[in-house]
């Protein structure tokens, strides 16, 4: 039987954050299978990894509750037991939450209750509270959402599994031209076109930012030193901070007219920047290939 490296049964009250707690899973780098029915519980374990975990190591975590069919508290504790008996590493994590604050919760977004379609959310609350309980007794973890928000729920579980799943973003840093749109992927975009263009210098026309002399024109502009040593303090200080929130990925592009120079030799010296501090980006040049067009660089600067 193919195993993944390690299990995390996620059940508890319905209200108390199951689903923000499964998506933050997800983005830390588990596999999340949400309301699989028990028996087929084995199914899963036997089917292959999927593609990019061919070792089979990547973290499992699986939703439960009493929504999900054919939930039975006994069952679900017995299986697991089994499991854990047969060597695998599996345990429950339970999400509580107090009464009250469930009522709010369910009020504050007018739906019902699972458990009472057609009472007080209340009697379904204390109906399933009591379903709930032999899970709740035999789980290995449990976080009390009472006084969390959504943000504070996910920090927890990133804080308790962080390192579980990988949780470090995929980091790309890119070129791209305006004339050809903003790519729909970026989180941080700065514009380069305060920078003087080489486009317009006959001679580095039909070069890229990755050749050296284009690259020392593009430098050579009063603004280029203290701009880009800002915009690199700037990434340095946003780029923990991401991933301290879970960010999965995180996209940072630099643009100028046609995509070709300035943008392309940026994405070059801040990846390179990137890497020295211990980053590990990705550096791609979304409009390199492109012809050099006067039409799309308008009217060159007056000097």
Not at 22 to 47: A, C, F, K, M
Request: charged content about 25%.
């Amino acid at each position: 039987m193919t195993q993944p490296r390690r299990i995390l049964l996620v059940t508890g009250m319905s209200g108390a954050g199951k689903t923000t707690t499964l998506r933050t899973l997800e983005d830390l780098g588990w596999e999340v299978v949400d309301n699989l029915p028990l028996v087929l519980l084995d199914r899963l374990l036997e089917t292959a990894p999927a593609t990019g975990s061919p070792d089979g190591d990547r973290p499992l975590a699986l939703g439960m509750g009493t929504r999900t069919r054919g939930f039975d508290a006994a069952r679900i504790v017995k299986r697991v037991q089994q499991l854990a008996d047969r060597g695998q590493d599996i345990t429950i994590l339970y999400l509580d939450c107090g009464g009250t604050e469930l009522e709010r919760r369910y009020s504050e977004t007018r739906r019902r209750h699972p458990l009472a379609q057609d009472r007080p959310a209340a009697d379904g609350i204390l109906r399933e509270r009591e379903l709930l309980q032999p899970i709740k007794d035999w789980a290995g973890r449990l976080i009390d959402t009472t006084t969390l928000s959504a943000n504070a729920l996910a920090q927890e579980v990133r804080d308790r599994f962080g390192g579980e799943g990988g949780s470090e973003p995929t980091l790309s840093v890119m070129s791209f031209g305006f004339a050809r749109g903003v790519p729909r992927s970026a989180d941080l975009v700065f514009d380069m076109r305060y920078l003087r263009n080489p486009h317009w210098v006959p001679e580095l026309r039909p070069g890229t930012g990755r050749d050296a002399d284009v690259a020392d024109y593009v430098r050579g502009d009063p603004a280029y030193a203290e701009s880009v040593d800002a915009i690199e303090r700037l990434l340095l200080m946003l780029l923990p901070r991401y991933r301290a929130e879970g960010k999965a990925y995180v996209t940072v592009a630099f643009g100028c007219t046609g995509g070709r120079h300035r943008s392309v030799h940026l994405a070059e010296r801040v990846g390179a920047r990137l890497r020295a501090e211990g980053f590990s980006p990705t550096v791609q040049h979304r409009d390199l290939g492109t012809a050099p067009q006067d039409s799309l660089e308008g009217a060159p600067a007056k000097t």
